[in-house]
């Protein structure tokens, strides 16, 4: 049996509005979850009718095998970590972290000791002393954490906590949070808009949009299997490379540039006259003409060289795509390059449904 089980679970609010659709999943004992998807999708709103801070509309919420819909949050032995950290600014950092087992009377013997026991998970021994306000952002989230995981309790849940830090304080505190996990083994529910939080966290990823959700599996199965268009752009980075075109006599075209899809893929006939999408990943590529692969020749408009790679922008009939090469290869600008795209490192989708197709 699932230790948390969310069975077609709605929200829908008193103005009609949809929030969530039919939330289906099951989360075992110890799994670190990661709701993930644009603003908007749907991701905290489940969060927090997990947490108990909204009503679920529909459907049924177990937690061990017992129904949970009507159990108040503290009922249901959740700890919730919040965006805006949610610290006592009067309290200093150890009354902060303690805050949660003074309420429940625990003896201050037990108290001191467990915050101590805490701060030095957390690296924050040092400043137990100090107010939340002589602390920078890292160290005002780790208190939060803390605060969290004093508790002891079955369920984690932790909503954009790393997105007010700066893009080093996320790596770090990515690896903390990866750590703390790996120390408690606490099932833990997070909730970002960033895929790469989502890939190096996560055991499982579910990705929303709109409301529902678009496919669950692990960050392998996301990134080499996704179901749609919506999650192969999602998951990474740069996001998939997706052209359009319409199949005829086995081949696509993309502008003036036509690709033969029969000789490897013979199912392609069954969408003669219809439109398809050809997708594939910048990093998927290999400059120049190689066996086994398909070949396309474009123009190169713009190059952004990050270091070890770059980042080469071309248009392949009314699309746009990026290809990730190496920067001692690093184009010209306004220069013909031909590339080629392994023929298994190629996606197919529906041009209607925008769904995976398999034409093999």
Known sequence: MAY?????INKIYPNGFHAVHNFNLE????????FVGPSGCGKSTTLRMIAGLEDISNGEFLINGKRANEMGPREREIAMVFQSYALY????????????????GVDEDIIEERVKNIAGILGLTDYLDRLPRALSGGQRQRVAIGRAIIRKVGVFLMDEPLSNLDAKQ??????????????TGATTIYVTHDQT????????IVVMKDGYVQQVGTPYELYFEPQNVFVAGFIGEPPMNFLRGTVKNGAIKFGDIPLDLS?????????????????????GIKLGQHDGAYQLTCNVELTEMLGDNTNVYITAGKDQAILKVDSHDTPETDVDITFSIPYESVYLFDGETEKVIDCK
Request: hydrophobic share 40%.
């Open 4 to 8: 948390l089980t969310l069975k077609n």
């Open 27 to 34: 989360i075992e004992k110890g799994e670190f979850v990661v």
């Open 89 to 104: 600014p009067q309290m200093t950092v150890f009354d902060n972290i303690a805050f949660g087992l003074t309420l429940q």
């Open 263 to 283: 000789k490897k893929l013979p199912g392609i006939q069954k969408y003669e006259g219809k439109e398809i999408v050809f997708g594939f990943r910048p990093e």
């Open 170 to 183: 996320r790596v770090t505190m990515r690896y903390e949070i990866a750590q703390i996990h790996q120390n």
């Open 197 to 204: 939080e989502a890939m190096t966290l996560a055991d499982r």
